[in-house]
């Protein structure tokens, strides 16, 4: 028997300039994870006009998105409204790899999760890609084939794009890197026992990957092994901070012993954020604005 769940947003921000009505002018981006649902909209220009929040409660997360999907979008204005101009959707599921473009093809993705995981996809699991044409290579992950019908069916003869949370997360700080005044820069994001570390060296993604950790202690070796690897020191490479961290997490006070240059991360350029928006953490929702940025 399955409990029934009320699930309400953690963040609602609309601004007065949204209006429905112009959805066909409008691009809606989503990310969906096992643990949390989030949404956003913005027009032509790059103004975000809508953002929402949805942490799934520990007694859902082990029941399929499918199940749970169906609660937020039931009675939704926003999600049952369209036709959109461009549905974007990150998916942040356990497996990605990032192939060469001169390596890449189609018929193998399979094999590169393969390879990557070290067993096969599941059967109800096939494997995506995202080319990143300015980078010269392929986002390669795992989509399940009920979570991809379900938007299918939710968005009939609409444009859907599905990208990985790692692909929005390079986007993003490829923005973000046009602007940097440092030759080496470092960007963590953070969720719940998870951190993504990216490395750009001059305008260039040099390093990709995800790492689990259920200590500070764990985390602070992750970093400094990336670092090592990368022929980097904490003294002399800079860590700008994105996602659910804060200045007096346990986190932040570990990796401030041994990398002093830790700063937090600012909206990346190419979004517009209204005052609506003032208040919110700008390092917060990194690869949610990273959507918003693929056209870029």
């Not at 220009?45 to 039931?74: A, C, H, K, N, Q």
């Given at each position: 028997m399955q409990?029934?769940?009320?699930?309400?947003p953690?963040?609602?921000?609309r601004?007065?300039?949204?209006?429905l009505?112009?959805?066909?002018?409008?691009?809606?981006c989503?990310?969906v994870?096992?643990d949390?649902?989030?949404?956003?909209?913005?027009d032509?220009r790059?103004?975000v006009?809508?953002?929402?929040?949805?942490?799934?409660?520990s007694?859902?997360t082990?029941r399929?998105?499918?199940?749970?999907?169906?609660?937020v979008?039931?009675?939704?204005?926003?999600?049952?409204?369209?036709?959109?101009q461009?549905?974007?959707?990150?998916?942040?599921?356990?497996?990605?790899?990032?192939?060469p473009?001169?390596?890449?093809?189609?018929?193998y993705?399979?094999?590169?999760?393969?390879l990557?995981?070290?067993?096969t996809?599941p059967?109800?699991e096939f494997?995506?890609?995202y080319?990143h044409?300015?980078?010269?290579f392929?986002?390669?992950?795992n989509?399940e084939?009920?979570?991809?019908?379900y938007?299918?069916?939710?968005?009939?003869?609409?444009?859907l794009?599905f990208?990985?949370q790692?692909?929005?997360?390079i986007q993003?700080?490829a923005?973000?890197?046009?602007?940097s005044?440092?030759p080496?820069?470092?960007?963590l994001?953070?969720?719940d026992e998870?951190?993504?570390?990216l490395y750009?060296?001059?305008?260039?993604?040099h390093?990709?990957?995800r790492f689990?950790?259920?200590?500070v202690?764990?985390?602070?070796y992750?970093?400094?092994?990336?670092?090592?690897e990368?022929?980097?020191t904490g003294?002399?490479v800079n860590l700008?901070?994105?996602g659910?961290?804060?200045?007096f997490a346990?986190?932040y006070t570990?990796?401030?012993?041994f990398v002093?240059?830790l700063?937090?991360g600012?909206?990346?350029?190419?979004?517009i954020?209204?005052n609506?928006?003032?208040?919110l953490?700008?390092?917060?929702?990194?690869?949610?604005y990273?959507?918003?940025?693929?056209?870029?």
């Amino acid at each position: 028997m399955q409990i029934a769940v009320t699930l309400a947003p953690t963040v609602t921000i609309r601004t007065n300039s949204f209006d429905l009505r112009q959805t066909d002018k409008l691009v809606l981006c989503l990310e969906v994870g096992r643990d949390r649902f989030q949404l956003l909209v913005q027009d032509k220009r790059g103004r975000v006009l809508y953002l929402e929040d949805y942490m799934f409660p520990s007694l859902l997360t082990d029941r399929p998105l499918t199940s749970i999907l169906p609660e937020v979008f039931r009675g939704h204005a926003v999600l049952s409204a369209g036709p959109w101009q461009e549905i974007r959707i990150g998916v942040n599921s356990p497996s990605f790899t990032l192939i060469p473009r001169q390596l890449y093809r189609k018929e193998y993705a399979g094999s590169y999760l393969t390879l990557m995981r070290g067993s096969t996809l599941p059967a109800h699991e096939f494997a995506q890609a995202y080319a990143h044409e300015a980078d010269g290579f392929f986002t390669v992950f795992n989509l399940e084939h009920p979570l991809a019908d379900y938007f299918s069916e939710m968005y009939p003869l609409q444009p859907l794009t599905f990208i990985h949370q790692a692909s929005a997360l390079i986007q993003a700080t490829a923005n973000l890197d046009r602007l940097s005044l440092t030759p080496n820069t470092v960007y963590l994001y953070f969720e719940d026992e998870f951190v993504t570390i990216l490395y750009r060296k001059a305008h260039q993604l040099h390093f990709c990957n995800r790492f689990g950790y259920k200590n500070v202690h764990d985390l602070a070796y992750y970093v400094l092994y990336v670092l090592d690897e990368q022929g980097l020191t904490g003294d002399d490479v800079n860590l700008t901070l994105y996602g659910e961290i804060t200045p007096f997490a346990e986190a932040y006070t570990e990796l401030n012993r041994f990398v002093p240059n830790l700063s937090f991360g600012q909206t990346p350029p190419g979004l517009i954020l209204a005052n609506e928006f003032d208040d919110l953490p700008a390092h917060r929702y990194l690869s949610l604005y990273g959507l918003g940025l693929l056209s870029e």
